[in-house]
């Protein structure tokens, strides 16, 4: 077996873009599917993220079927706190519940962490006015074309953040995902992001705001039917552990969703009860992919947002309450996010 040599090094690729604010200065983003309308960046925030990348993306590809861009950090270390404090107080956020069956047995599950979404897939674009197109035709959709969910437009808060990433990672994204995860009990449990709805080898940039937290990676487990068995693959991988700081970015790419998976696994103290916000841009390519981040991020629950006198989120509205504490189920850390832990 031959011995893979670590050759992490600078991709020279990279690109630096300067994107202006074209909407005015101030004016929330607003639209009919939001509860609230949502700040706009202040200047001293969106003026100096206009500086990201602030350091080179290294290459991570010195094992079998992984390809990582790793930047650290992405975002500049000025305003990675003003950012994170920023977008947990003016987002809404939700706690899923939804149920799964294995077999005959119906499980409920509460989603470990808040979640938001924003954005929608390649079929669709958004007009000026919010109301949704269909990208080939430019006419407005069917009023039933999405059946479970109402496709909300990524914020200018948070497409700046988009624009930048896709010309830095030569990518397109459509679609926005937001965790927040309030202690180290939230987490994410181990999972790939290779539903087919993304296409084959999907790029995701995930970004990390707040405390630091482990982000584990390994090799999904290969059937030995496959060219190699499964113990020659175990024993050419080993896991990673990237201990992601303020700021950071990870771009997953190439066959790392199809090949491996990762996981934010929950935390005793440290700097986790700080809060951390985890942002994923990604690109969806049919009705499918939209219809299952609506459901898995947003729901059919409460809204939530950050109440900074009471530094915790509250349910946002006409019934004011605290959220979450002490009503996760077990049982989320396997099944988290609709997949069997492997
Ligand atoms: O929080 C993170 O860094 C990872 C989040 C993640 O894997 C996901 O949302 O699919
Ligand atoms: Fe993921």
Same mark, same amino acid.
């Given at each position: 077996?031959?011995?893979?040599?670590?050759? %992490?090094?600078?991709?020279?690729?990279?690109? &630096?873009?300067?994107?202006?604010?074209?909407?005015?200065?101030? $004016?929330?983003?607003?639209?009919?599917?939001?509860?609230?309308?949502?700040?706009?960046?202040? *200047? #001293?925030?969106?003026?100096?993220?206009?500086?990201?990348?602030?350091? #080179?993306?290294?290459?991570?590809?010195?094992?079998?079927?992984?390809?990582?861009?790793?930047?650290?950090?992405?975002?500049?270390?000025? !305003?990675?706190?003003?950012?994170?404090?920023?977008?947990?107080?003016?987002?809404?956020?939700?706690? =899923?519940?939804?149920?799964?069956?294995?077999?005959?047995?119906?499980?409920?599950?509460?989603?470990?962490?808040?979640?938001?979404?924003?954005?929608?897939? #390649?079929?669709?674009?958004?007009?000026?006015?919010?109301?949704? +197109?269909?990208? $080939?035709?430019?006419?407005?959709?069917?009023?039933?074309?999405?059946?479970?969910?109402?496709?909300?437009?990524?914020?200018?808060?948070? @497409?700046?953040?988009?624009?930048? %990433?896709?010309?830095?990672?030569?990518?397109?994204?459509?679609?926005?995902? =937001?965790?927040?995860?309030? %202690?180290?009990?939230?987490?994410?449990?181990?999972?790939?992001? @290779?539903?087919?709805?993304?296409?084959?080898?999907?790029?995701?940039?995930?970004?990390?705001?707040?405390?630091?937290?482990?982000?584990? /990676?390994?090799?999904? *487990?290969?059937?030995?039917?496959?060219?190699?068995?499964?113990?020659?693959?175990?024993?050419?991988?080993?896991?990673? &552990? +990237?201990?992601?700081?303020?700021?950071? /970015?990870?771009?997953?790419?190439?066959?790392?969703?199809?090949?491996?998976?990762?996981?934010?696994?929950?935390?005793?103290?440290?700097?986790?009860?700080?809060?951390?916000?985890?942002?994923?841009?990604?690109?969806?390519?049919?009705?499918?992919?939209?219809?299952?981040?609506?459901?898995?991020?947003?729901?059919?629950? @409460?809204?939530?947002?950050?109440?900074?006198?009471?530094?915790?989120?509250? !349910?946002?509205?006409?019934?004011?309450?605290? =959220?979450?504490?002490?009503?996760?189920?077990?049982?989320? #850390?396997?099944? @988290?996010?609709?997949?069997?832990?492997?």
């Amino acid at each position: 077996m031959s011995k893979r040599t670590l050759d %992490t090094f600078f991709n020279p690729t990279q690109k &630096k873009v300067r994107i202006s604010l074209t909407e005015s200065k101030d $004016a929330p983003s607003k639209h009919t599917t939001y509860p609230f309308a949502i700040a706009q960046l202040p *200047p #001293e925030i969106s003026d100096l993220l206009n500086f990201a990348p602030e350091a #080179e993306g290294k290459i991570i590809n010195d094992q079998p079927d992984l390809d990582l861009l790793y930047f650290q950090p992405y975002i500049p270390g000025s !305003i990675s706190t003003p950012l994170f404090e920023f977008l947990r107080g003016e987002l809404f956020f939700y706690r =899923v519940k939804y149920k799964i069956k294995r077999g005959p047995v119906e499980t409920d599950i509460n989603t470990p962490r808040f979640t938001t979404v924003f954005g929608v897939d #390649e079929t669709c674009k958004f007009s000026s006015d919010g109301s949704l +197109l269909d990208a $080939a035709t430019q006419k407005p959709i069917p009023k039933d074309k999405y059946k479970t969910c109402k496709p909300r437009p990524i914020p200018f808060c948070l @497409d700046l953040l988009r624009k930048l %990433t896709e010309a830095a990672t030569d990518q397109k994204y459509n679609f926005c995902l =937001v965790n927040y995860y309030a %202690t180290g009990d939230d987490s994410i449990s181990y999972h790939s992001d @290779d539903e087919r709805f993304l296409g084959v080898d999907p790029a995701i940039a995930s970004f990390s705001l707040g405390a630091k937290r482990d982000f584990l /990676m390994k090799h999904k *487990p290969t059937p030995p039917s496959d060219t190699k068995s499964a113990a020659a693959i175990a024993s050419e991988t080993k896991p990673l &552990k +990237l201990p992601l700081g303020s700021g950071d /970015m990870v771009l997953m790419r190439g066959s790392t969703q199809s090949k491996w998976l990762h996981s934010i696994p929950k935390r005793k103290g440290g700097e986790s009860g700080n809060g951390r916000i985890n942002i994923t841009f990604r690109r969806a390519m049919v009705v499918g992919g939209t219809e299952n981040y609506y459901r898995y991020n947003v729901g059919d629950g @409460d809204v939530m947002k950050w109440d900074g006198k009471a530094k915790k989120m509250v !349910i946002w509205g006409e019934k004011k309450g605290e =959220v979450g504490a002490g009503k996760e189920d077990v049982k989320a #850390e396997d099944v @988290d996010k609709g997949y069997a832990a492997l």
